[in-house]
């Protein structure tokens, strides 16, 4: 009987078509000569930058570390315009790669994915999708990034707002016209950080409503001159083995320096001149920064006084400096005139803090104490269900049941690659690997490397199954903890590091 159902069998199946899905696909598919394909639920390739549209959003990694490695023709050919890419930019290099590599006629494009069934007796995975799909592959892949469901709190009288409201991370692709509207924005994150600037610029009034105020470094991004571009396209190697050396995958080097074995004189001025280069790399000027609560302080300090001197208002300036949270214990922000935009007539901050927001009415935001925004917009900078939510929401069921109630105490699993009882399922940077704690895109080559070499290997050797063994996934994640311990990660309130 014709129930409408499309079966369709394949080797590899790989479930999102970002950065990790398309290199994934070119090394199943063209190096392991593997029947592959992807399942991709938007319309183009670009995963997390397919749907981050919204003003500002620009990567917060340097464009010369922010591509693929694998190829050197592919590094020479392209050329980066800044020394950030913006969103437009990273799809347009994604659609450059996944066209040279001939990937798109590989890739379901607008297929959901809604549940992934191991079949024990086949030893096959099932894939189904909203579709009406049913997908059936010996190994499946899921390159769905760590940042991709998004998050919208819970307030109350949303669906009764008469103005539109928006999530970041699902923008609009005709892109949204402030002018002359009243704006509301949730959310002081690294989205947050970039799109205030520019949705500012744009519209009659913006209110910010800060929960936690956040630091935040000057990005200082610029055109590339010709000659940089060049410099770039002919230090291949130099500038892969650069990222391939460095703890954080970024290309460039963090300093040995521990912040209080140099003389205080000697801490500002380091401290200034990272300042002044700007963006992540200020992290790296101490190698103490996220271990020690005393040179975290000094990092601390030093921002907190560069904030009070870029905003005019001194009750604004004590509202965006009352940090509850050690310096980059959160992931740091890095922004172009966010706190500058303070200063500007049509900008407001909200202090949530003791004052959080207790309802959405239909004219806008009403707090707890009865205090009333009017707006005719609101845009949730609200962030995700990092790391774990993409891969529960696609109610995968291994040979011990769902994914949802393996980890209901927590993500265990095996190098952030691989789950006791998930057979022949792999992970791209997956929760407990470096993944968000590094330049995406090295710690997405590598896990991609690895699990490709894997399923060589279990070709060359006649392997059927693989998968994590329990203890090691146990070993593995209670070994992540005690390193994350280390740090001053765990000393913060919210966090979706955590
Ligand atoms: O999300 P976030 P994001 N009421 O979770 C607030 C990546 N990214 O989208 O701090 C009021 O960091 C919340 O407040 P609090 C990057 O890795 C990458 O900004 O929880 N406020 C916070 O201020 C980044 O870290 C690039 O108290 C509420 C904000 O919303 C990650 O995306 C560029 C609230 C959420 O901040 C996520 O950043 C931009 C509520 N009910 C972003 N709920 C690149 O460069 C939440 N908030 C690649």
């Not at 500002?56 to 190829?71: I, L, M, N, P, T």
């Amino acid at each position: 009987m014709d129930n409408g159902i499309k079966d369709m069998h394949y080797d590899a199946l790989i479930i999102g078509a970002g950065f990790s899905g398309l290199y994934q696909l070119h090394r199943l598919r063209d190096d392991l000569g593997l029947d592959t394909a992807i399942i991709e639920q938007g319309k183009g390739v670009g995963g997390t930058w397919y749907w981050n549209r919204y003003p500002g959003a620009r990567c917060d990694s340097e464009s010369q570390g922010y591509a693929y490695f694998f190829s050197k023709k592919i590094h020479e050919e392209w050329q980066w315009s800044e020394r950030y890419p913006c969103h437009s930019e990273i799809r347009q290099y994604l659609n450059y790669v996944a066209d040279n590599l001939n990937l798109k006629k590989d890739i379901f494009f607008g297929s959901k994915v809604y549940r992934c069934t191991f079949l024990t007796e086949q030893n096959l995975w099932r894939i189904q999708t909203e579709q009406n799909e049913s997908f059936f592959a010996k190994w499946l892949i899921t390159a769905v990034g760590c940042l991709s469901s998004t998050n919208v709190p819970k307030i109350a009288g949303l669906s009764s707002f008469k103005g539109t409201w928006y999530h970041t991370g699902q923008w609009p692709h005709e892109g949204v016209n402030f002018k002359g509207r009243k704006v509301g924005q949730i959310g002081t994150g690294s989205t947050g950080i970039q799109a205030a600037p520019v949705i500012a610029q744009e519209c009659e009034h913006l209110t910010v409503f800060q929960r936690t105020a956040n630091y935040s470094i000057p990005a200082r991004n610029a055109p590339w001159d010709d000659a940089y571009s060049k410099w770039v396209k002919n230090h291949f190697r130099e500038l892969k083995s650069l990222v391939k050396s460095t703890p954080s995958g970024h290309p460039f080097r963090i300093s040995n320096d521990l912040t209080m074995e140099v003389s205080e004189n000697e801490r500002r001025s380091l401290l200034n001149d990272a300042w002044l280069k700007g963006g992540l790399r200020f992290r790296g000027v101490f190698n103490d920064l996220l271990t020690s609560s005393k040179a975290n302080q000094q990092a601390a300090k030093f921002i907190k006084s560069k904030i009070q001197e870029k905003v005019s208002n001194p009750e604004t300036a004590k509202v965006l400096t009352d940090i509850d949270h050690p310096y980059a214990a959160k992931r740091p922000p890095i922004d172009t005139n966010y706190f500058e935009t303070f200063n500007r007539d049509n900008v407001a901050l909200v202090d949530l803090k003791d004052n959080p927001i207790s309802e959405i009415f239909p004219n806008g935001i009403r707090l707890q104490s009865g205090i009333e925004h009017e707006l005719d917009a609101i845009v949730f900078a609200t962030g995700f269900d990092a790391m774990t939510g993409p891969l529960v929401k696609l109610n995968i069921a291994g040979t011990e049941g769902n994914l949802r109630n393996y980890w209901r105490n927590g993500p265990m699993n095996y190098l952030g690659l691989s789950i006791p009882s998930f057979p022949n399922l792999f992970m791209i940077t997956g929760p407990g690997s470096p993944s968000v704690l590094s330049n995406m895109p090295v710690s997405i080559e590598q896990h991609v490397d690895w699990i490709t070499e894997c399923i060589r290997y279990c070709a060359d050797k006649k392997i059927d199954s693989i998968e994590a063994d329990e203890d090691a996934a146990k070993d593995w994640t209670t070994h992540v903890d005690e390193i994350a311990n280390t740090t001053l990660l765990p000393k913060v309130k919210h966090s979706w590091y955590l």
